[in-house]
């Protein structure tokens, strides 16, 4: 193997290297982006609830003051 070879295939090697390393590091990252989201999903379910409830409890104020203007 002459020393052009070889050294084209250490540059392969690290290049790959490189490429496995960078590979993990966006499967961590994908992996902690998808746990944002599940809780960001999660957080605006309460709100969604959360305002939903509070539509309810103002409805309700508003027809009681209406009840009372007519009474």
């Known amino acids: ?4 070879n070889k050294s084209n295939i250490e ?3 690290k290049k790959v290297d490189e490429l ?3 590979s993990t590091k ?8 998808k746990q ?7 957080d605006r379910a309460g ?3 959360q305002r939903d409830t509070v539509r309810g409890q103002v409805e309700g104020m508003i027809t009681r003051l209406k009840s ?3 009474a």
């Open 1 to 4: 193997m002459s020393i052009e």
């Open 11 to 13: 540059a392969l090697e």
């Open 20 to 22: 496995i390393a960078l």
């Open 26 to 33: 966006l499967s961590l990252e994908n992996d902690a982006l």
């Open 36 to 42: 944002q989201l599940q809780e960001i999903r999660r």
């Open 47 to 49: 709100l969604v609830e």
């Open 68 to 70: 009372i203007e007519t």
